[in-house]
C-alpha cells in the first residue's frame, strides 16, 4: 500500500509567477485536502476535493485553485505569486470527505518565492 | 471559528525523562475530535494520538497519553520514557465532527537531550 506522495519536494519560483504542485493519493482514498504551512507555523487549510469537485475551502483567495482527476490525484494551482506564499505545501488523502481514520499526508512541497 | 492554542513554543526533556505538551482550544461545538500531530525534518505529519470528544476516557497509545478537560477545553500530551526520535515539532489539532478541514495550533518544538 502506497502512501501519500507529493512533486516536487522543493522548487523556487519568481513573484508573479504560477505553480502548480501535485499529489497522488494514498490507494483507496478517494478524498484530498491541501494545506498550507508556513514557516514556525501550524498548517492552515486551504480546500478539499472529492470526486473531482470542490468540496471545502479556507480562508484564502481565488488565485488558489485546485484539481482532482480520476484517479483521485490532486494538483494545487497558485497564480500571481506573491513573496508570502512561500511555505511548505502538505497534502493528505481521506477515504471519505468526513473521514477522521487514515487520515494520510504526504511529506509537502517547500515553495519559495523571490 | 475554532481556534488551537499552544502556549509552548519549545520544549525539552532529559531522555527517558516524562515531558507535557499543552494545549487549549476554543470552541462552541459540543462534538469533535482532537489529535497531536507529529512532524519530524522529513516534514510528514504522523498523527500520535486521537480523542473523540463524547469519549470521558483519555486516550492511550503506548508511551503517548493526553489529559482532556473538556469543561477548560483543555487537551495535554504526556509523553513518557522520552526517547531521541521523539524529537520533533509536535502539533495539536481541532476537527469538527464531519467538517473537512483541521486546525492546527502554532506547535511545540520538543528537544530530547541525552
Known amino acids: 500500500e502506497t502512501g501519500v506522495t507529493q512533486s516536487p519536494t522543493h522548487l523556487i519560483k519568481t513573484r508573479g509567477q504560477q505553480v502548480t504542485l501535485r499529489c497522488s493519493s494514498q490507494?483507496?482514498?478517494?478524498?484530498v485536502s491541501w494545506y498550507q504551512q508556513a514557516l514556525g507555523q501550524g498548517p492552515q487549510f486551504i480546500f478539499q476535493y472529492y470526486r473531482e469537485e470542490e468540496n471545502g475551502r479556507g480562508n484564502f483567495p481565488p488565485r488558489f485553485s485546485g484539481l482532482q482527476f480520476p484517479n483521485y490525484s490532486s494538483e494545487l494551482n497558485v497564480n500571481a505569486l506573491e513573496l508570502d506564499d512561500s511555505a511548505l505545501y502538505l497534502c493528505?488523502?481521506?477515504?471519505?470527505?468526513?473521514?477522521?481514520?487514515?487520515?494520510?499526508f504526504g511529506s509537502g512541497t517547500r515553495l519559495t518565492v523571490v | 471559528a475554532q481556534t488551537v492554542t499552544q502556549s509552548q513554543p519549545e520544549m525539552s526533556v532529559q531522555e527517558a525523562e516524562t515531558v507535557t505538551l499543552s494545549c487549549t482550544y476554543d470552541?462552541?461545538?459540543?462534538?469533535?475530535?482532537l489529535f497531536w500531530y507529529k512532524q519530524p525534518p522529513s516534514r510528514q505529519m504522523i498523527l500520535v494520538i486521537r480523542?473523540?470528544?463524547?469519549?470521558?476516557q483519555n486516550a492511550t497509545e503506548n508511551r503517548f497519553s493526553v489529559n482532556f478537560q473538556k469543561a477548560a477545553k483543555s487537551f495535554s500530551l504526556k509523553i513518557s520514557d522520552s526517547q531521541l526520535g521523539d524529537a520533533a515539532m509536535y502539533f495539536c489539532a481541532y476537527r469538527s465532527r464531519g467538517a473537512q478541514k483541521l486546525v492546527f495550533g502554532q506547535g511545540t518544538r520538543l528537544t530530547i537531550n541525552p
Open positions: 480523542q473523540e470528544a463524547y469519549k470521558q
Open positions: 490507494s483507496g482514498h478517494n478524498t
Open positions: 470552541t462552541s461545538e459540543s462534538d469533535y475530535y
Open positions: 493528505a488523502s481521506s477515504l471519505a470527505p468526513g473521514q477522521i481514520y487514515g487520515y494520510t
